[in-house]
């Protein structure tokens, strides 16, 4: 329940970013939902690869950082 804020936040940002381009924005949520499906999808992978919890969260949050800071600063 804390992360419910965090799609709104991001939702009121990207409408700014993009002007109230409504096509921007889909476009933009659409790949931020991609980008966190891909985040757990990786999280399980090297959960169920090396049994750590710590270093797949650490992977995944570093992926997920990275795929997004290339994303929203095109």
Do not use: A, C, D, R
């Not at 409504?22 to 757990?40: A, D, H």
């Not at 992978?45 to 095109?74: D, M, P, R």
């Amino acid at each position: 329940m804390p992360t419910i804020p965090i799609p709104g936040i991001l939702g009121i940002y990207l409408i700014h970013k993009y002007n109230s381009n409504l096509e921007g924005y889909i476009q933009s949520k659409f790949i931020f939902i991609l980008n966190t499906f891909l985040f757990y999808v990786t999280l399980m992978l090297v959960y169920l690869k090396t049994k750590e919890l710590l270093l797949s969260t650490i992977i995944g949050i570093v992926q997920w950082l990275f795929i997004s800071f290339l994303i929203f600063n095109y």
